[in-house]
T-cell receptor, first 114, second 116 residues
């Protein structure tokens, strides 16, 4: 149990467009979901924490208006990169957590902005 | 702020040998959990082992064990009888508060290569 999926696994978009990444907990209800960003050969950096039905909490330095997070249900959170630019190219990973449980990670989404 | 330090960017070891990855952390919390995650080339994060800070006994999961030194804030991972499938990035992680409550802080990672 405790499977988290992400869609798409890889997306290429043109500079200036927006792209949405979905994170789903397939077999459990996630009270909290987290979004991370990972540059090549680097560690995971937390971008934001989202709780179902409330606004996301962003880490310092993360632009709220650029990285829109919606946690509309207990099984789905979305990350929308608005007006994407090449510097937004990265690997985005989500994780989901049941109450008082560990975080379960999705397989990640590779975003390439051309 | 929570900090997690991994001082070994890369390590390599012969298959079947034992290897130890180091991690130090800083926290103001009294009760907390520490984690080791593995990220293979697929980039899927996999939990290897976790340690509860209030337990004196070191955690063990099959070939994986930890050496937890709370006073020194040290949390090393020992992999025994290493296998080719252990080749991966390994990240030490600490939560900002108690278990199951909020965000993880990751170390910079150690790239482990198991040599056939």
């Amino acid at each position: 149990g405790a499977v988290v999926s992400q869609h798409p696994s890889w997306v290429i978009c043109k500079s200036g467009t927006s792209v949405k990444i979905e994170c789903r907990s397939l077999d459990f209800q996630a009270t909290t979901m987290f979004w991370y960003r990972q540059f090549p050969k680097q560690s995971l950096m937390l971008m934001a924490t989202s709780n179902e039905g409330s606004k996301a909490t962003y880490e310092q330095g993360v632009e709220k208006d650029k990285f829109l997070i919606n946690h509309a249900s207990l099984t789905l959170s979305t990350l929308t990169v608005t007006s994407a630019h090449p510097e937004d190219s990265s690997f985005y990973i989500c994780s989901a957590r049941r109450q008082t449980d560990e975080q379960y990670f999705g397989p990640g989404t590779r975003l390439t902005v051309t | 702020a929570q900090t997690v330090t991994q001082s070994q960017p890369e390590m390599s070891v012969q298959e079947a040998e034992t290897v130890t990855l180091s991690c130090t952390y800083d926290t103001s919390e009294n009760n907390y959990y520490l984690f080791w995650y593995k990220q293979p080339p697929s980039r899927q994060m996999i939990l290897v082992i976790r340690q509860e800070a209030y337990k004196q006994q070191n955690a063990t999961e099959n070939r994986f064990s930890v050496n937890f030194q709370k006073a020194a804030k040290s949390f090393s991972l020992k992999i025994s009888d290493s296998q080719l499938g252990d080749t991966a990035m390994y990240f030490c992680a600490s939560p900002s508060t108690n278990f199951g409550n909020e965000k993880l802080t990751f170390g910079t990672g150690t790239r482990l290569t198991i040599i056939p």
